[in-house]
């Protein structure tokens, strides 16, 4: 708490009260704080491809350019860190865009089948899911009317099912539904993936929060797909939750509320 006093005098110099204001400090520090961890991770999250990349290329410039085995090798090496800090800023910049709409007096929002939006999601990684033999249900009613935020809902959805893919084994299933109340719609995503042990739960929608940092990197994620769906959820004054059993799978859901089309949402 930040206290600043002052005394107040009359004309002919005689005291006649004070005033004391409080200023609650601690949201703003913490604040303060959060901007500046984000951008050390930020930092950190860049740093580790570009040293991967000048490694390779002086490993390279120092006669590696000569075994064409090698070189080409650390030339794929090179080319996927250069994809990973393109997929990191493309990830950022989501999230600056969602920040600012929501803040810009609300995110438009327009009726929409929502069955069809799920299955547009789906298809982005249908490639992935087939590689894999995972086979993706859906279960939505064809009539199901939401008002929403297309493009931004279905960033949330492709997060959700490329995540349910990247973390299941090989012939599983993923079952994508929708549940309609007058009141909201969740949309779940659940996968009969590896799960995710108890104590991560409460962290795993922070930006660049990993269960497996290693693994999240190698498969190529950038660390900020699960924070992009928190935001997108909150944009649409909505929420997400998890729920999820080690070596049995995991359910992650986002909650929205139902607004009629054309009522901002975002900024209530
Ligand atoms: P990433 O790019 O690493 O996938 P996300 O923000 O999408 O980043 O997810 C954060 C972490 O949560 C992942 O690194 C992973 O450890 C865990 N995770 C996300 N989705 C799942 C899932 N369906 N099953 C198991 N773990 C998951």
Do not use: W
């Given at each position: 708490l930040q206290a600043v006093g002052a005394v107040l005098k009359d004309a002919g110099d005689v005291t006649i009260g004070a005033v004391i204001v409080l200023n609650d400090v601690t949201r703003l520090r913490r604040l303060e704080n959060m901007r500046r961890d984000f951008v050390a991770n930020v930092s950190h999250e860049l740093r580790t491809p570009i040293t991967s990349i000048k490694g390779f290329v002086e490993t390279l410039l120092s006669?590696?350019?000569?075994?064409p085995e090698n070189a080409e090798r650390f030339l794929r090496i090179v080319s996927n860190q250069s994809d990973r800090l393109n997929a990191i800023i493309d990830d950022l910049l989501s999230l600056s865009r969602i920040e600012q709409d929501s803040e810009k007096g609300g995110l438009v929002i327009q009726e929409t089948e929502l069955r069809g939006l799920l299955e547009t999601a789906i298809q982005h990684s249908s490639r992935q899911a087939e590689e894999k033999n995972i086979r993706i249900e859906v279960d939505c009613d064809a009539a199901l009317q939401v008002a929403l935020n297309p493009p931004l809902f279905e960033q949330a959805l492709v997060n959700l099912v490329d995540n349910a893919i990247k973390y299941s084994e090989n012939d599983t299933c993923i079952r994508v539904t929708a549940q309609a109340s007058p009141h909201q719609v969740v949309v779940s995503v659940a996968d009969q993936g590896r799960g995710i042990p108890r104590e991560h739960l409460p962290r795993l929608?922070?930006?660049?929060?990993?269960?497996d940092k290693a693994r999240s990197r190698q498969m190529g994620?950038?660390?900020l797909g699960l924070a992009i769906v928190k935001h997108i959820a909150q944009a649409h004054n909505g929420k997400v939750s998890v729920q999820s059993t080690v070596g049995e799978g995991s359910v992650f859901r986002i909650h929205v509320p139902r607004v009629e089309a054309g009522e901002p949402a975002g900024n209530a």
């Amino acid at each position: 708490l930040q206290a600043v006093g002052a005394v107040l005098k009359d004309a002919g110099d005689v005291t006649i009260g004070a005033v004391i204001v409080l200023n609650d400090v601690t949201r703003l520090r913490r604040l303060e704080n959060m901007r500046r961890d984000f951008v050390a991770n930020v930092s950190h999250e860049l740093r580790t491809p570009i040293t991967s990349i000048k490694g390779f290329v002086e490993t390279l410039l120092s006669g590696a350019m000569q075994e064409p085995e090698n070189a080409e090798r650390f030339l794929r090496i090179v080319s996927n860190q250069s994809d990973r800090l393109n997929a990191i800023i493309d990830d950022l910049l989501s999230l600056s865009r969602i920040e600012q709409d929501s803040e810009k007096g609300g995110l438009v929002i327009q009726e929409t089948e929502l069955r069809g939006l799920l299955e547009t999601a789906i298809q982005h990684s249908s490639r992935q899911a087939e590689e894999k033999n995972i086979r993706i249900e859906v279960d939505c009613d064809a009539a199901l009317q939401v008002a929403l935020n297309p493009p931004l809902f279905e960033q949330a959805l492709v997060n959700l099912v490329d995540n349910a893919i990247k973390y299941s084994e090989n012939d599983t299933c993923i079952r994508v539904t929708a549940q309609a109340s007058p009141h909201q719609v969740v949309v779940s995503v659940a996968d009969q993936g590896r799960g995710i042990p108890r104590e991560h739960l409460p962290r795993l929608f922070e930006r660049f929060y990993r269960v497996d940092k290693a693994r999240s990197r190698q498969m190529g994620g950038t660390g900020l797909g699960l924070a992009i769906v928190k935001h997108i959820a909150q944009a649409h004054n909505g929420k997400v939750s998890v729920q999820s059993t080690v070596g049995e799978g995991s359910v992650f859901r986002i909650h929205v509320p139902r607004v009629e089309a054309g009522e901002p949402a975002g900024n209530a």
